[in-house]
């Protein structure tokens, strides 16, 4: 990976450069394969972890390229299926959780106030839905919602044969190809998954 200070003194010169890496990349639906590679760094997600599959959460370090690459792509994409999305999908930009726990309370107490009657909630947690996500259906989703052929193409580039590897303080595993999920810590994870939440995880679960 180029070091980001070498992208930030020498932005000026590297701009064009990145540019048409990038117009290419759109036009043949190719990912440069360099860039698809990510070092994983396992996070805890408790205090003292005792299980690496219930206590670690896998976040992908990835190439700032492939950062600009994905802000670029994450825009055309947004532009063109934001008005088809659920109004009440609040993992967008502009909303936040804070969003969903007003709107929730609100439908709450409004039904309280109004009606002599209760509240039931069900909360769902998708273990290791990042990870257990198919590609066929995120691909399949992005064209029922109408997304230009080139973004979808670029997407399912971006997304196939992936490379990592661990990295523990200095310590590094060998490089592996995946064969599913999706990289955590990469901005085009989180709009993947919002495009249509219940859909991939009712049927993009592989489940064994």
């Not at 990145?18 to 290419?24: F, H, K, L, P, Q």
């Not at 396992?42 to 896998?58: A, C, G, N, T, Y």
């Not at 997407?155 to 990289?183: D, H, M």
Request: with cysteine; charged share 20%; proline share 5%.
């Amino acid at each position: 990976m180029i070091p980001n200070k070498i992208l930030k003194v020498f932005a000026y010169e590297l701009a064009p450069v990145i540019t048409d890496i990038y117009n290419s990349s759109i036009i043949q639906g190719v990912f440069p394969i360099n860039l698809k590679r990510s070092i994983v760094v396992p996070i805890p997600k408790v205090s003292l972890p005792q299980s690496v599959e219930d206590d670690l959460r896998p976040i992908s370090l990835t190439s700032q390229i492939s950062k600009v690459m994905e802000g670029f792509t994450l825009t055309k994409l947004f532009a063109q299926i934001e008005s088809k999305l659920d109004t009440k999908q609040f993992a967008l930009p502009g909303k936040s959780t804070t969003h969903a726990l007003t709107y929730l309370l609100h439908t709450i107490l409004s039904a309280l106030e109004n009606t002599s009657c209760s509240a039931r909630l069900f909360f769902a947690d998708f273990k290791k839905g990042f990870d257990l996500v198919d590609h066929n259906v995120i691909i399949c989703e992005l064209e029922n919602l109408g997304v230009h052929p080139a973004i979808v193409r670029w997407i399912k580039a971006f997304l196939s044969n992936r490379e990592q590897c661990v990295r523990i303080e200095n310590s590094y595993s060998s490089w592996k190809k995946t064969n599913g999920g999706l990289p955590q810590g990469t901005k085009l994870t989180r709009t993947a998954t919002f495009c249509s939440p219940c859909k991939f995880f009712a049927q993009g679960l592989a489940w064994e």
